[in-house]
């Protein structure tokens, strides 16, 4: 599967963007996908997973409340709506899916996802 990560750009803090992870190759649905970020100097850190049927949703601590994931498997994308941006969340953003049994034990995990999206820059300014 080939995933395109798409909808970042520039906004002012409190200001919102929605994040899209198209695929092509093979149906989405097989797939747990989740959302990774990578601000400058520091490590690629989750953000967010959704589970293949959407059932099952998991966010790190500081984007509770204001990051929703989501899916629509007839579309082939996973959203991921982020509101009250913060500059602290300016990153690339990337996507990714998993097709690994351990997904549900292990989501945060990057090594539990199989296929990797180019990602999509996020920036907040202040």
């Known amino acids: 599967v080939q995933l395109q990560a798409s909808g970042g750009g520039l906004v002012q803090a409190e200001g919102s963007l929605r994040l899209s992870c198209a695929a092509s190759g093979r149906a989405l649905s097989r797939y747990a996908v989740g959302w990774f970020r990578q601000a400058p100097g520091k490590e690629r850190e989750f953000v967010s997973s959704i589970a293949w049927s959407g059932d099952s949703t998991i966010y790190e601590d500081s984007v509770k409340g204001r990051f929703t994931i989501s899916r629509d498997n007839a579309k082939n994308t996973v959203y991921l709506q982020m509101n009250s941006l913060k500059p602290e969340d300016t990153a690339v953003y990337y996507c990714?899916?998993?097709?690994?049994?351990?997904?549900?034990?292990?989501?945060?995990?990057?090594?539990?996802?199989?296929?990797w999206g180019k990602g999509t820059q996020v920036t907040v300014s202040s």
């Open positions: 990714a899916a998993s097709s690994s049994p351990s997904w549900t034990l292990y989501p945060r995990r990057m090594n539990t996802y199989n296929y």
